[in-house]
């Protein structure tokens, strides 16, 4: 079982940068695959970022097309925690930002499907 905590949201003006945190409590988290994924008012939720459970030179991130080189995601096992470092903000990034994680050994997915335990969630506000 893994008991996820998102934080780091919040307002910012467009080409700002924020850090999203997902702080995990549990037996396992360090073998579970972490997505990010975010929904805003009167749209379905969608993916953004991905990152494997093998957290050295060979892990595996994946991005959505419409964040790739200005979203970043990363792990610190130490810590419990995954990290979307999104920096150029746009106000269409407005949205709130929820992290999940696979089962353990899973390989990582673009569809909520793919994982099993939800955060909270924290919200995103982008102003023009």
């Known amino acids: 079982q893994v008991q996820l905590v998102e934080s780091g949201g919040g307002l910012v003006q467009a080409g700002g940068s924020l850090r999203l945190s997902c702080a995990a409590s549990?037996?396992?988290?360090?073998?579970?695959?972490v997505g990010w994924f975010r929904q805003a008012p009167g749209k379905e939720r969608e993916f953004v970022a991905a990152?494997?459970?093998?957290?050295?030179?060979?892990?595996?991130?994946d991005y959505a097309d419409f964040v790739k080189g200005r979203f970043t995601i990363s792990r610190d096992n130490t810590k419990k925690t995954v990290y979307l470092q999104m920096n150029s903000l746009k106000p269409k990034d407005t949205a709130f930002y929820s992290c999940?994680?696979?089962?353990?050994?899973?390989?990582?997915?673009?569809?909520?499907?793919?994982?099993?335990?939800w955060g909270q969630g924290t919200q995103v506000t982008v102003s023009s």
């Open positions: 990152i494997s459970w093998v957290a050295d030179s060979r892990d595996s991130r």
């Open positions: 999940a994680a696979g089962r353990e050994y899973y390989s990582t997915s673009t569809s909520e499907t793919g994982y099993e335990y």
């Open positions: 549990g037996r396992t988290f360090n073998t579970n695959p």
